[in-house]
């Protein structure tokens, strides 16, 4: 009930293709949807988030569909660039009861950005 | 303003020992939540902290335990160290506890148990 499924597990992108990682949840509780980068040897930042009350949230380059009866959501990378080159979490959380502060991620998504 | 601070970095115990890791949020955030990252598992929550209580808790044995102090500095514990516990343990602070509120990870303690 609190997974939060991830694929691809690896993805490889030419310099300025499109790269896009999916997710999908089973909790229909989940109410907050963020999407975190790591490096090697870093913590995870967060690079943007959704909320279920909106279908799609962009900034920069990067874009959150999001999916409310299918339980799934992706990002897409658009104009990928070597830098973006890291591993990529999807997460989960629904705010209330005894859930604070507790994040369910994917599995993490390597992408690899060839120049 | 500075960024989560985990101390230390890397650590080398042995079965059977225990550790102690320490994680200083970002000035102002109360909430501070702890993660255990490994390959096989992925990020798994072990337990978050407000105001010195424990509000949450993840699905992990009692060899670990967690504390927060009033400056909401917190540290986690784990005792009878075995093999599994290898990991990279996360610190991540928050301004409230509670959803909507961005979630700031330190670098991460590596835990090797040998």
């Known amino acids: 009930q609190q997974q939060v499924k991830q694929s691809p597990q690896s993805l490889i992108v030419q310099k300025g293709g499109i790269s896009i990682i999916n997710c999908a949840y089973e909790?229909?509780?989940?109410?907050?949807f963020p999407w975190y980068q790591q490096f090697p040897g870093k913590g995870p930042a967060l690079l943007i988030a959704?909320?279920?009350?909106?279908s799609e949230k962009k900034e920069g380059r990067f874009t959150i569909s999001f999916n409310k009866s299918a339980k799934q959501f992706s990002l897409h990378i658009m104009d990928s660039q070597p830098g973006d080159s890291a591993t990529y979490f999807c997460?989960?959380?629904?705010?209330?009861?005894?859930?604070?502060?507790?994040?369910?991620f994917g599995q993490g998504t390597i992408l690899t950005v060839h120049p | 303003k500075a960024g989560v601070t985990q101390t230390p970095r890397y650590l080398i115990k042995t079965r059977g020992q225990q550790v102690t890791l320490s994680c200083s949020p970002i000035?102002?955030?109360?909430?501070v939540s702890w993660y255990q990252q490994t390959p096989g598992q992925g990020l798994q929550f072990l337990f978050e902290?407000?105001?010195?209580?424990?509000?949450n808790k993840g699905n992990f044995p009692g060899r670990f335990s967690g504390r927060q102090f009033s400056n909401s500095r917190s540290e986690m514990n784990v005792s009878t160290l075995e093999l599994g516990d290898s990991a990279l343990y996360l610190c991540?602070?928050?301004?409230?506890?509670?959803?909507?509120?961005?979630?700031?990870f330190g670098p991460g303690t590596r835990l090797t148990v040998l």
């Open positions: 991540a602070s928050s301004l409230v506890a509670g959803t909507y509120n961005e979630q700031f």
């Open positions: 909790n229909t509780a989940f109410d907050y």
């Open positions: 959704i909320r279920p009350d909106v």
């Open positions: 997460a989960a959380s629904n705010d209330g009861g005894t859930s604070y502060g507790k994040l369910t």
């Open positions: 000035s102002g955030h109360r909430s």
């Open positions: 902290y407000f105001s010195e209580t424990q509000r």
